[in-house]
């Protein structure tokens, strides 16, 4: 069976701009795969250069494989759950199916690309359950506009190429929201990365894999109760009121656990992970209850992941740590901005810090999503800045901090103080949550 694409026609407007702009162009494919039916391509957006310019003075064979598989990470981050990057796009003079080279070089893309989900499992990157291992190659000819769409077998010993059926559509199917809120108190055990100093981003990613084990173990209702994973959403939908619907995900009791297999251990400090995370997935009648529980676990996953490398990235670590502190490491809150305003309900988020407006973001979505927002565009309610206590406040102007992500300041919050013989770092996410 010939894998089917459906893209959305408004973008094949962005792909003529762009062909007529600059002779070689590579770029990004978003969108939902499917393992029955059809798969759905949301959006799309060309990689920009590391040095700023556009691709247009390079050839294919010159663009490094690194910088794309980096970008998709980074952009990944931005994608709400049940959305991937399903594959690159490429614009070019040639078919990139009828040089071996150019195939050659866009396999290699793909794979890199792979490579880096691989080593960032909790960013949720791949989804061989959807797609089967395969991504999708699609070329556009800037010299004659004629198009065409493969997939390649990256599971393959040889990268097989597989013919695909491309069509663009306008307004290719409904999207329904699903919303929720997942919180998190959990304390853990601070691990050394050397006898004297701790390895913050370990420590952080050890708190999300945690949550990944609880959300395995979790079961989401809809409205109030468990609904049979196989049944579709068009079937729920036809039988609901309306279309609002409540998600709550239920995680396992603690109480539950046998205390007869539990050991006592020594440890120097804890770690405190706690707050709300907002969650927004959005699903299309084909989808199957069981895909939606998936994609609001992985949502739930890739934001938490994402902010934890977002604010390991900013941080600017001592060279002389002190030990017996506290130290408060304030993870950036989740925003939304849509990608399409009139026509499609779909957001993509973006993180800001405390002391970041929402002006901030907007540099770091032109430069990621090749987008234009606006300020009103930017929701920055849906998640509130955690508060801080007294005690916790005390000596953060002795401490300078900061680091930058790309395009934008991202400042970090270290606040020291006093304990005997512990360290305890306490992550705040969000404290509260605006309810409806």
């Known amino acids: 069976m010939v894998r089917s694409v ?21 770029g990004l494919l978003i969108g939902q795969p499917s393992n029955h039916g059809k798969d759905h391509i949301i959006y799309l957006n ?4 590391d040095d700023g310019p556009d691709q247009e003075n390079k050839g294919l064979l010159d663009i490094e494989n690194q910088h794309v598989s980096q970008h998709a990470l980074v952009e990944t981050r931005i994608l709400p759950g049940g959305f991937y990057v399903m594959g690159i796009f490429v614009i070019y003079p040639k078919s990139v199916f009828e040089d071996s080279d150019l195939l050659r070089k866009v396999k290699t893309m793909l794979v890199d690309i792979r490579h880096t989900f691989d080593s960032n499992v909790l960013i949720q990157g791949n989804c061989d359950e959807l797609d089967g291992g395969e991504k999708l190659v699609f070329y556009y000819s800037s010299s004659s ?123 120097a400090g804890t770690m405190q992970f ?30 938490l992941m994402s902010r934890v490398q977002i604010h390991c990235d900013s941080l600017v670590l001592a060279e002389d ?19 399409r305003p009139k026509s499609n309900p779909i957001l993509f988020s973006e993180y800001l810090f405390r002391e970041e407006s929402k002006e901030t973001a907007i540099p770091h979505i032109r430069e990621t999503l090749d987008l234009s ?36 300041e991202r400042p970090n919050v270290i606040v020291l103080g006093t304990l005997s013989a512990i360290v305890v770092l306490i992550v705040a996410i969000i404290a509260f949550y605006v309810t409806k």
Not at 276 to 303: C, G, M, Q, W, Y
């Open 46 to 49: 060309k990689i920009k250069e």
């Open 373 to 408: 927002v606006t300020l009103k565009e930017l929701n920055a309610t849906v998640e509130t800045v955690p508060e801080i206590k007294e005690e916790e406040q005390h000596d953060a102007k002795e401490c300078e901090t900061g680091g930058a992500r790309k395009g934008a």
């Open 145 to 267: 506009n004629i198009f065409g769409c493969k997939s390649i077998a990256l599971k393959s010993d040889n990268l097989s190429v597989k013919p695909c059926d491309w069509k663009f559509q306008d307004r290719a199917t409904s999207w329904h929201v699903m919303s929720t809120y997942f919180e998190t108190d959990e304390v853990f055990v601070l691990k050394k990365k050397t006898e004297d100093q701790y390895d913050t981003e370990a420590n952080l990613t050890n708190c999300v894999e945690n949550v990944r084990q609880q959300l395995e173990k979790s079961v989401v209702f809809f409205d109030g109760g468990p609904i049979e994973g196989t049944q579709s959403l068009e079937h729920v939908i036809k039988a609901k009121k309306n279309d609002q619907f409540l998600v709550h995900v239920y995680s396992p009791s603690h109480s539950q656990q046998d205390i007869s297999t539990r050991k006592i251990v020594n440890f």
């Open 321 to 339: 740590p002190v030990q017996d502190t506290i130290m408060l490491n304030e993870l950036p809150r989740r925003i939304y901005f849509p990608i």
């Open 6 to 26: 459906i893209c959305e026609t408004y973008l094949e407007e962005y792909l003529k701009s762009l062909s007529k702009k600059q002779g070689t162009s590579v």
């Open 274 to 303: 706690e707050g709300v995370v907002s969650s927004k997935v959005f699903v299309h009648p084909k989808n199957t209850i069981a895909e939606v529980e998936r994609f609001v676990k992985v949502d739930i996953l890739r934001s």
